[in-house]
């Protein structure tokens, strides 16, 4: 059993999201240690992209800032490789397919397994058009997260029939970010994805608060929270890593009393 589907097979799972280099590499990894001692089951480093158009102005600006202070593919990759000795918990990455090609598709996979990564989620990267990356994703054992959104409609049953690791079920149309309520678009997905298939469901977009998490939890397999916590590392800056411990624990909490 892999990294992922062991994550998935202990109970709900929490997954959240950071954007590597953001507000400096040194953080990164120390939010990557607190994150997992407070109960991540798996973890999102983003890539940091500087056309990120799934992303909202909170993760857009992360980029921004993280660029500015000079952070890599390479360096990220380096990241990993220093923390996987004692992270044993799915490490996956988010970014967009022009990174991925201008580094070299083949390259790029093969640096992301010998790091000790396990999956990548690339939201630019229509489903129909995949073939590409996925072709070596499956030769180096590197899963590709397949994503569906409200506007998947008909084509959910194909995507989730071809899934692997688990499904990213985007919970609302726009952006990423915080919002006060979710609607029942992901609950109505999840539903069509378990006809097609027992992958995992992990709902993502807008989930902010410890009821909000509660409330996926009952019906999805894992819950993502991403512009939440890069707000609180906003906010603290230098002085972050607190506050995010303990923000991710209540969202833990929550989902573990599903």
């Given at each position: 059993m892999n990294r992922i589907s062991r994550a998935f097979s202990a109970g709900k799972a929490f997954i959240p999201f950071i954007t590597g280099g953001y507000p400096d590499i040194k953080i990164t990894e120390k939010l990557l240690?607190?994150?997992?001692d407070a109960?991540?089951?798996l973890i999102e480093i983003g890539i940091p992209?500087?056309?990120p158009i799934a992303e909202g102005p909170v993760i857009e600006v992360a980029d921004e800032h993280a660029l500015r202070m000079g952070c890599t593919a390479e360096k990220l990759f380096d990241l990993v490789s220093r923390v996987r000795a004692d992270i044993n918990i799915p490490l996956l990455f988010m970014t967009y397919y022009n990174p991925i090609f201008v580094y070299d598709t083949s390259k790029f996979t093969k640096c992301c397994v010998k790091s000790g990564i396990d999956g990548i989620i690339v939201p630019d990267l229509p489903f129909e058009e995949r073939d590409e990356l996925l072709k070596p994703c499956v030769s180096q054992g590197l899963k590709l997260i397949s994503l569906i959104a409200p506007t998947s409609k008909a084509r959910i049953k194909t995507i989730a029939q071809n899934s692997d690791g688990?499904?990213?079920?985007?919970?609302s149309l726009g952006v990423t970010g915080e919002r006060h309520t979710l609607d029942d678009s992901a609950r109505h997905m999840v539903a069509q994805v378990r006809l097609a298939t027992n992958t995992p469901c992990a709902v993502g977009f807008g989930i902010s608060t410890s009821a909000q998490a509660r409330n996926v939890a009952g019906f999805a397999d894992g819950v993502i929270v991403g512009s939440a916590i890069i707000r609180l590392i906003s906010k603290y800056g230098q002085d972050c890593?607190?506050?995010?411990?303990q923000f991710a624990k209540e969202i833990k909490q929550a989902?573990?009393?599903?």
């Open positions: 240690y607190a994150l997992h109960g991540a089951d992209f500087s056309d688990f499904i990213y079920c985007v919970s890593v607190a506050p995010v411990s989902i573990t009393s599903v």
